[in-house]
């Protein structure tokens, strides 16, 4: 398994933009899709977005299609998120997932995860 470690979450302001990282370290980068997830207390983790193994390919949730932007950089074994317009109903854990597919979205098809980190954000 890869091991992953997010950074970059905190407390913003409505409206605010915040970026997150995730390094990638044990295994090879470019071998992993990689995805992005948040939970909140008391509900099931939730898919954000997901990019491919190369970065060629992008998913996205609806609804936050145009206020978040995922991306990676495989010389840096780094996945980002970075998210704009931020609002209340943003505040969650998120999460960075390894998948051993080219591309994943579902939560049951990610082999690691980071430990997670909050994102807050204030009214």
């Known amino acids: 398994q890869v091991q992953l470690v997010e950074s970059g979450g905190g407390l913003v302001q409505t409206g605010g933009s915040l970026r997150l990282s995730c390094a990638a370290s044990g295994r090879i980068f470019s071998n992993y899709a990689m995805g992005w997830f948040r939970q909140v207390p008391g509900k099931v983790r939730k898919v954000v977005a997901a990019?491919?193994?190369?970065?060629?390919?992008?998913h996205y949730v609806d609804s936050l299609k145009g206020r978040f932007t995922i991306s990676r950089d495989n010389a840096k074994n780094t996945t980002y998120l970075q998210m704009n317009s931020l609002k209340p109903e943003d505040t969650a854990v998120y999460y960075c997932?390894?998948?051993?597919?080219?591309?994943?979205?579902?939560?049951?098809?990610?082999?690691?995860w980071g430990q997670g980190t909050q994102v807050t954000v204030s009214s």
């Open positions: 990019i491919s193994r190369s970065g060629e390919y992008t």
């Open positions: 997932a390894a998948s051993k597919f080219l591309i994943a979205t579902a939560d049951i098809d990610f082999d690691s």
